[in-house]
């Protein structure tokens, strides 16, 4: 293949210079009476969640809060409220109350037993009165609550299977109101343990307050045409996991890295010969200006964009930080070196066994290294000890970089390859099993779901740990939305337009939001 640049076949960007050159809207109140006013409904959720001596309006309260993406306003008073959900005595023999203290309590780490379904279970007439009675909110809770398990838990399997089963019938059959309706249909694309918080949050509200200092348009200035100019995107993934007012300079951080991996993608992938491939890792192996030397003539700026950008954010990071940001480099540098041995595949036309391709494939994941950014601008909720749990590829990271890898393959296969792509995970096993593209997508499904339940798992095996598991757990939801439906949609974005209108651009008027009474 020839070095000069060539132009691919991936879908341009949508956005071009429209964020860039962005202004925001007048304002319909001043910023002085907005802060007075979200002071003021501030201390009103503060002492409703401080007086509030039901358990059950406690978990509403707390449901409500999560909804609308204000959880980290109030952090100290979930808290207290969870311990005191957590402690307390609770019986109901509703389901949706139930699944609600299930789900709340699994969700933040705190471990309860599935056997509080045991009295809604097939043997008992309850289950069959909720679903005579199309207790369509009940078997909703159920449905998004189960989605919490993890390994040897049949019971929670089984009551997706029922729950799934029954929603459908229900959103087929029965006259539902819209608003419920749209949940249960959400649900059953996406369960809500595994929605991305901040696109829940834009379904309660839509205004979202668009960020400033969009860095300098990199792809426009390496002047690379055949990578996909994903900016706009990857601001959006890197926000779906870190969308806390005091993380913006993750925010920024994690999407640099977002952007910087997809151009050297592209390049293994999609243009440099094997020879350039080598060329480039031999660069970033060395991590020093002279290794430009090394590059043919259309990779020098990008290389030298990549050490500016690293050395830019290492002058800017705290002391704490700056081993954080070696890491983060150290994790890319490994990247590049399995970017280079699929591009050897590639090369050879290797078909490797389901289990190596698996073992190569889940290491070039970009979720190791968006784990690791992840903890830059944490400060000292990333403690030396849960950094060390992020940067040692864990079980559950492994889970959730397979999950990634898997849901990428399952939609390339559906529409299409890239020619210089490595053999898949669907190729693969097809190629080893002597099946059908069906039959091995529905093996690599139930894998998927296996994966999960690890990633999961990892909630509740260390409390100092939860800040990490809690941010994988959002990253690994992150890519169930970008992959849904069998879709690439970070590749061709077209399908996101809506979405970051609706989070980015369009707010709602102010007179429109309300407030928890």
Request: net charge negative; glycine share 4%; hydrophobic share 40%.
């Amino acid at each position: 293949m020839a070095s000069e640049t060539v132009a691919s076949n991936f879908e341009p960007s949508l956005w071009s210079t429209f964020f860039i050159d962005y202004e925001l809207k007048p304002l319909q109140r001043s910023e002085e009476w907005m802060r007075k006013r979200a002071d003021e409904l501030k201390e009103k959720v503060r002492t409703q969640l401080g007086t509030c001596k039901d358990i059950v309006g406690k978990m509403n309260l707390v449901d409500a809060i999560e909804h609308l993406g204000i959880v980290h306003l109030f952090k100290q008073e979930i808290d207290n409220a969870l311990r005191d959900i957590y402690t307390s005595e609770f019986t109901s023999s509703s389901i949706h109350e139930v699944a609600l203290w299930f789900r709340l309590l699994r969700e933040h780490g705190l471990w309860v037993s599935p056997d509080v379904f045991g009295k809604f279970n097939g043997d008992d007439a309850r289950l069959s009165s909720v679903i005579a009675d199309h207790d369509t909110r009940g078997l909703l809770s159920l449905y998004n609550a189960a989605h919490l398990l993890v390994h040897g838990e049949p019971e929670l399997e089984e009551a997706i299977s029922i729950a799934r089963h029954h929603l459908k019938s229900m959103t087929r059959d029965c006259d539902l109101n819209p608003v419920l309706a749209n949940q249960v249909n959400r649900a059953l694309n996406i369960a809500l343990p595994r929605t991305c918080k901040r696109l829940e949050t834009s379904l309660f509200i839509s205004e979202y307050e668009q960020e400033e200092g969009w860095w300098r348009d990199l792809y426009t200035y390496v002047g690379l045409n055949y990578a996909r100019d994903r900016a706009v995107e990857g601001y959006l993934w890197s926000c779906l996991v870190f969308y806390e007012k005091d993380l913006s300079f993750t925010r920024t951080f994690v999407a640099k890295m977002i952007l910087l991996v997809t151009v050297m993608d592209d390049t293994f992938d999609s243009h440099a010969t094997i020879q350039e491939c080598r060329q480039l890792n031999s660069a970033i192996q060395r991590w020093d200006e002279s290794a430009v030397t090394l590059l043919p003539e259309y990779l020098k700026k990008f290389y030298r964009e990549l050490l500016r950008n690293f050395k830019v954010l290492q002058d800017q990071v705290t002391d704490n930080d700056k081993y954080r940001v070696t890491y983060t480099r150290k994790e890319l540098q490994k990247l590049s070196t399995y970017y280079l041995q699929e591009a050897k595949w590639s090369h050879q036309r290797h078909k490797p066994s389901f289990r190596d391709q698996i073992t190569l494939s889940t290491m070039s994941s970009v979720i190791p290294l968006l784990c690791v950014s992840g903890t830059v601008g944490m400060g000292n909720v990333v403690t030396k000890e849960t950094f060390e749990w992020v940067a040692s590829r864990t079980s559950a990271i492994v889970a959730s970089a397979k999950i990634g890898r898997f849901m990428n393959d399952i939609a390339a296969m559906k529409r299409g390859k890239n020619k210089g792509d490595v053999a898949s995970s669907v190729e693969c096993y097809i190629n080893e099993h002597k099946v059908t593209m069906e039959v091995a997508i529905d093996k690599i499904d139930s894998l998927i779901k296996d994966e999960w339940r690890t990633v999961n798992q990892a909630l509740f095996e260390d409390r100092k740990l939860f800040p990490v598991v809690e941010q994988l757990v959002n990253l690994t939801a992150s890519m169930a939305f970008f992959y849904d439906d069998r879709k690439d949609a970070f590749t061709f974005a077209t399908r996101l337009q809506d979405t970051i209108e609706s989070l980015f651009v369009n707010p709602v008027p102010i007179q429109t939001i309300y407030y928890i009474s």
